[in-house]
């Protein structure tokens, strides 16, 4: 399992944010996902880092891939938990990370996941996770959240979460990294539960808002925005073809009121 973690550089970087998303149970509608590959993306990110799931992973739960190169040969593609750095501004880099919820041997992955923070002398990783909820999908995407910091929760205008139950990696790695004293946050996408299209960008959208203002960085959110409103428009018309789905979407609203 040491060998797991894989370095590709070394950078001096200078007490970057770390920013993760896993997919899976943590990831309803792949907007936690979809939120850190848009940043990723916005900010020019280069490889750092991965760590081979190889000890973490029932590969007949999640099967590797296989594809075709540019020469016609066949390439498996194993899943891999992924980690890229890039330039918030002049001064400031950004760590970020995405991969599969592990299978088996949490303890162990979490201690790798500690240790990357250690080694690139993180101070606060930011975890992004969206969940299943009876809610109204034209209404603002609501974020909840956690922070052993709770100010910060309250200065973002971030509802702490309630939620007590069965947890996922997430809820493990942030309970581990609390122990070594690093700040982290937790922002949580409540999505319907009655629309299973993916990607959800109004949940990527609404997760990455609260990461702005969170580590404070101006990132180009109009694509993202017309795509959300794209895929709402979508939705209203599903949800209008099927009397049954708008039935229950007006209960869902008349209940909303109701509180």
């Known amino acids: 399992m040491i060998d797991a973690l894989r370095m590709h550089v070394e950078p001096e970087l ?6 993760l998303a896993f997919e899976g149970w943590n990831d309803a509608g792949e907007a936690a996902s979809s939120a850190v590959r848009y940043v990723e993306d916005a900010i020019r990110a280069v490889p750092l880092a991965e760590i081979d ?31 890229r750095y890039g330039l918030l501004d002049s001064t400031r880099e950004l760590v970020t990370g995405v991969g599969s919820e592990p299978h088996l041997r949490w303890r162990g992955f979490c201690d790798l996941m500690a240790g990357l923070v250690g080694r690139l002398r993180v101070e606060r990783v930011v975890m992004l996770g969206a969940f299943l909820a009876d809610v109204v999908y ?33 809820g493990v790695l942030t309970e581990r990294l609390q122990r070594d004293g ?3 946050l937790t922002f949580w996408a409540g999505l319907p539960h009655y629309i299973s299209a993916v990607p959800n960008p ?7 808002q609260k ?29 209008a073809s099927d009397p049954e789905l708008t039935e229950y979407v007006r209960q869902l609203k008349r209940r909303e009121f109701a509180q």
């Open 138 to 170: 034209s209404r603002p995407v609501h974020v909840s959240g956690f922070s052993n910091s709770p100010e910060l929760l309250e200065e973002l205008g971030v509802a702490p979460s309630t939620y007590q139950g069965p947890t996922g990696i997430v």
């Open 202 to 208: 109004r949940g990527a959208l609404a997760l990455i």
């Open 211 to 239: 990461l702005s203002e969170c580590i404070d960085v101006k990132l180009d959110l109009e694509p993202l925005r017309r795509e959300a409103a794209a895929f709402e428009e979508r939705i209203s018309a599903l949800v």
């Open 182 to 184: 690093v700040e982290v």
């Open 14 to 19: 200078r007490g970057a944010p770390m920013l």
């Open 53 to 83: 799931c190889e000890e973490f992973f029932d590969f007949t739960v999640r099967r590797p891939a296989v594809r075709l190169s540019e020469s016609g040969a066949r390439v498996i593609e194993w899943p891999m938990a992924r980690f």
